[in-house]
């Protein structure tokens, strides 16, 4: 009796080895279609769904806040990848909610190593210049947004909304830190809205 | 047969050329609150803007205002943009300005919109010129001066320095004179050198007698 106990036992411990290991590789299949890279079907260094991560300066204040419904790192190049992506900036040395930038996109990836992060699809930056009476927003179907400079580039098409100003063109270059466009490559025009 | 006064010692003249008085030669101003304000650069970029200070520098621009109101120049700055502001533009370079039926062309000129429409114009040049196509599309008043301001409440120009006029027959010279846009009339409290053509009359036509009506 005493040896079929023993036998039992292992049985039961093996079907759920068995049953975590099945319930691992199928999540895995679940969220394929989700990943940002065919190339990198291999595996995450790490992956996560519906995240949140707070950045704090050396002071302990919130410098940025980063959610997405998936982040992963690539085992390749390290960059993270991360979908639909809402990101609450706090400009240095402020921490005023109404000053705060807000960028939206569909996806965003950040290269090891890099400031830079690539911003694509319905990419919006919301926020107010630090001498602005008025809230700006950027849009653009890309931008690079520089971490550390606050600088955003796009080629694309943008549109600009300011204090009952539009402005759009193709190819931009703003610095929402600064709250200024340096630079439109083409095609600038605006409107001062009644 | 064309009257000339060589430097009339005139303290105030009020100049009402034949004609100018009806009103109706001088296409009536529209206010337009509703069309926005519309801006592009040419193909020379050099676009910039800085929302901190409420200023935008562009080159080769072209504003427009509906279909009577457009301004374009070499360079442009504005500042003072924010909301119920749209903003004093400063224009450098080939000048060229139109509102309702007012040509203006200059040097440089500063630009007021408020309120959503063009209130105040300045304009330099060596000369800056403006002109008037009048209902009568014969009929266009000009003139020149070293500035012109346009003054929306008034609806007037006023012309500084070395100005010329002419509504196309009579020639006014003096240092400064105000046109009134409504009516085509020009005023000007400075001595005044002119030349008055006056209008050809027309004899009125016979009236057929009857001995040689049939």
Known sequence: ?194 | MARFFPDRGVVAVVLLFAGALTSALAASPTLDKKTPIDWKEGERHCFKADFNAGTITLCDVTLTQGASTRITADNASAKGLSDNNNGEWLLTGKVHIEFDNVILDADSATVTFAQDRLQKVHVKGAPSRFSQQLKDPSRRNQGRAATIDYDSQKDVLNLMGDTWYTDGRNVVETAAFTYNLNDGSIFSSERVKGTIQPEKRVPAPRTPDRATSQ
């Open chain 1, 1 to 194: 009796m005493r040896r079929w106990r023993w036998l039992l036992a292992i049985a039961v411990v093996g079907l759920i080895v068995a049953g975590a290991y099945f319930a691992g590789t199928s999540q895995q299949a679940r969220t394929a279609g989700t990943k940002p890279n065919d190339a990198d079907t291999a595996a995450y260094d790490y992956e996560a769904n519906t995240v949140t991560v707070r950045q704090m300066d050396a002071n302990g204040q919130l410098q940025y806040e980063l959610e997405a419904q998936h982040i992963a790192q690539l085992p390749q190049n390290g960059a993270v990848t991360a979908s639909m992506l809402t990101m609450h900036y706090d400009p240095p040395g402020q921490h005023d909610e109404s000053r705060r930038w807000k960028l939206t996109a569909d996806s965003a990836q950040l290269p090891e190593n890099s400031d830079i992060v690539a911003l694509k699809g319905h990419v919006v930056a919301r926020g107010r210049p630090s001498k602005s009476p008025a809230v700006m927003t950027f849009s653009s179907n890309s931008f690079d947004y520089n971490l550390k400079t606050q600088v955003l580039i796009t080629r694309d098409d943008f549109r600009a909304d300011w204090a009952g100003n539009r402005f759009s063109g193709r190819g931009l270059e703003a610095n929402i830190q600064r709250g200024t466009i340096e630079k439109v490559e083409s095609n600038a025009n605006g409107q001062i809205l009644p």
